[in-house]
């Protein structure tokens, strides 16, 4: 990665739950960073998220949609990135399943607008590997696993819903700008993230928050579904460790190695929730609800991380029992505060 007193890093999606992770992590672990969040702000870029840094002056913020291609190329030739992340995505599959057209353009042509931009600003510098391009993608293009076995960076791209047949697309331009034009273009896909910041429609902060109202906690299916969790924290080390050390061209898988079905999971989440703030009655596994599964609910996703670890020397550092009860403490203390503010 290109090094020297200020490194600028421009973080698409930056609002959003790993997005705002990493910004936090950027401007914590290196001083000389200098972050710009370029988001759309939609129902899942929050600016409370980024709260925390919105004072610091090496942060800025771009409201903007990656479909727009005057104000993606303008926003580049101002900030001049050294690095781009690529973290902006439609990323829920129930939603994609309701309506597949908005993951079709912010997930394809929303990265081939920042891809053909970074290009052109390359170009315009007189040297095509002066801007490296991390695109962050997802276990699900690889399609579903049986019991058993592990994706790796050479598994076939079978994506079954929308959403994950969107992000391959996305992984295929990023890997044809690498090859067609030199692009020094790094792919990374990770397993399920959790921890703070998260939107609530994903299952942890979903069933923390319906628990902590005594609402339903919806499973679906039999609960039988597996995926290995990855703390966003741990995350975020790897993508700055393949910012360093990655190979352009090369794609690598990130997991927490922490797989759990679905069912197990909730079951957790109410034991901790039973021990840090029990019900007034009863317990919260009495909530759980069991709903029809999922159109083409894929069994199993487990990731293969021997690339990483080798190449890059990275290997998660947070367990999932911990993560998970960090996890929760984060969603009652924000529930706390936002009680605080409404009184």
């Known amino acids: 990665m290109p090094r020297g007193p200020t490194q600028t890093f421009l973080i698409t999606g930056g609002a959003g739950f790993i997005g705002s992770n990493l910004v936090h992590h950027l401007l914590s672990e290196r001083p000389g960073a200098r972050v710009v969040v370029f988001d759309k702000l939609t129902y899942a870029g929050n600016l409370d998220n980024l709260e925390p840094v919105s004072k610091d002056p090496r942060f800025e913020l771009v409201q903007g949609d990656l479909c727009d291609r005057e104000l993606v190329r303008a926003t580049l030739r ?8 690529n973290l902006a995505a439609e990323s829920h599959v129930d939603r994609s399943i309701d309506g597949p057209a908005v993951f079709m353009q912010t997930n394809v042509i929303g990265t081939f607008e920042l ?25 699900e293009v690889f399609g579903s696993l049986g019991p058993t076995g592990l994706f790796t960076e050479s598994s076939q791209y079978q994506p079954n819903s929308p959403y994950s047949a969107s992000k391959a697309g996305a992984d295929h331009i990023a890997r044809a700008y690498f090859h067609t034009y030199g692009l020094p273009v790094v792919t990374t896909n990770c397993s399920n993230n959790y921890g703070p910041y998260q939107f609530p429609e994903k299952l942890i902060p979903l069933v923390t928050l319906n628990a902590l109202e005594g609402k339903a906690l919806p499973v679906y299916g039999d609960g039988k579904n597996v995926r290995d969790w990855l703390w966003v924290e741990d995350h975020c080390r790897a993508l700055r460790a393949v910012l360093d050390k990655g190979r352009p061209g090369r794609t690598y898988n990130i997991g927490g190695g922490a797989e759990r079905d679905n069912l197990s999971l909730v079951r957790q989440v109410c034991r901790l929730l039973d021990r840090m703030k029990p019900r007034s009655a009863g317990r919260y596994e009495e909530l759980i609800t069991f709903v029809p599964d999922r159109p083409g609910h894929d069994l199993r996703y487990a990731m293969d991380t021997t690339r990483i670890c080798a190449e890059i020397g990275w290997s998660p550092v947070i367990g999932f029992d911990d993560g998970l009860e960090r996890t929760v403490a984060w969603y009652l203390q924000a529930t706390g505060r936002s009680a605080a503010r409404v009184g």
Do not use: M, W, Y
Not at 79 to 85: E, K, S, T
């Open 78 to 85: 101002r900030v001049r990135p050294d690095v781009i992340l």
């Open 115 to 139: 891809l053909d931009a970074a290009l052109h600003l390359a170009r315009e510098a007189g040297n095509v590997a002066s801007v490296r391009f991390l695109h962050v993608s997802t276990d």
